[in-house]
């Protein structure tokens, strides 16, 4: 029956060599070669059976896939580029050394697609549920990260793409926006920035409460997803799907109101007032408290 040892074989035969890796997947540790000139930004996310995706719906491709780019999409958050990853996996007893090479190829594929390859990591089982954590290393490469502290009182608020309904299926398909940081970033115009995956609310809130701020919503401006339409019955109206669904993995970022374009929407502005407020089209104003997902201990 194939074990541990069985799947890191076969994981080294799947593995290329790359010139910024001077020491791949086998020893203790992996070597990486590095820009002097380049920051190094560490990361780290996992997945959980249950909590974000379902393992018995799911493919172990997608399962994968979504591993590792929930990371890329925190790289896109400061306008780095991923460098590598390393990968820690907790199988449940019982599961195929099939499943388990799938899973590895729809992490490696989401990597590749950015030229951040897999340098190592672990792999167990237990009695529990699929697990899997990524380490991932980025690189400013030439652009200074963009970090949630930084709005300032007069800034619009800005978010790249439309809100709400993830979970019909986009929160296991998303595009990391790294390409879009990055080019927004280099115009070295932004003040903050965070990727979408909390929900609006509440990852608007992060910005504000880090930068020291506080904000004002057009309800009538945020970008609302043809799947709220199809969101099952629970009453939300479509605008609370936007605030608070979460997992859309846009970035939401915050500078000059000219930065307004066809590529991104302008949702609001920065205030020197604390607290988030929201304004209806009927011009009434009110407190928009933090909704979306969190993690209760």
């Not at 820690?88 to 019982?94: D, E, Q, S």
């Not at 019909?168 to 990727?195: C, S």
């Not at 990852?203 to 506080?214: I, K, P, Q, Y």
């Amino acid at each position: 029956m194939p074990g541990e040892f069985d799947f890191i074989d076969w994981i080294r035969s799947q593995t290329s060599a790359q010139e910024r890796i001077l020491i791949p997947p086998g020893d203790d540790l992996a070597a990486v070669r590095w820009d002097p000139a380049d920051l190094l930004l560490v990361g780290a996310d996992q997945v959980i059976d249950g909590v974000h995706f379902d393992s018995a719906v799911h493919s172990p491709r997608d399962i994968g896939a979504k591993a590792m780019n929930r990371n890329l999409s925190d790289c896109a958050a400061m306008a780095c580029l991923p460098a590598a990853a390393v990968v820690t996996v907790a199988l449940p007893v019982g599961t195929s050394i099939d499943y388990a090479r799938q899973l590895y190829l729809g992490i490696r594929a989401a990597g590749e697609k950015f030229d951040c390859p897999i340098v190592g990591g672990d792999t167990a089982s237990w009695p529990g549920k699929l697990i899997i954590s990524v380490t991932i290393l980025g690189r400013s490469a030439g652009i200074e990260p963009v970090r949630r502290r930084g709005a300032k009182p007069g800034d619009g608020i800005f978010v790249t793409g439309p809100l709400g309904g993830s979970l019909l299926g986009r929160h296991m398909t998303f595009e990391p926006k790294i390409n879009v940081a990055r080019a927004l970033a280099a115009a070295r115009q932004l003040t903050a920035m965070i990727d979408l995956s909390d929900g609006l609310s509440r990852d608007l809130a992060h910005v504000c409460r880090e930068s020291n701020v506080g904000a004002l919503i057009d309800a009538a401006q945020i970008p609302i997803h043809q799947d709220v339409s199809r969101m099952p019955g629970g009453g939300r109206s479509p605008l609370e799907h936007a605030l608070h669904d979460g997992e859309d993995y846009e970035l939401l970022f915050t500078g000059p109101v000219e930065l307004g374009q066809s590529s991104h929407t302008l949702i609001g502005r920065i205030t020197a007032e604390p607290g988030i407020r929201l304004q209806h089209l009927d011009g009434q104003v009110e407190a928009l408290n933090p909704g979306g997902w969190q993690h209760n201990f």
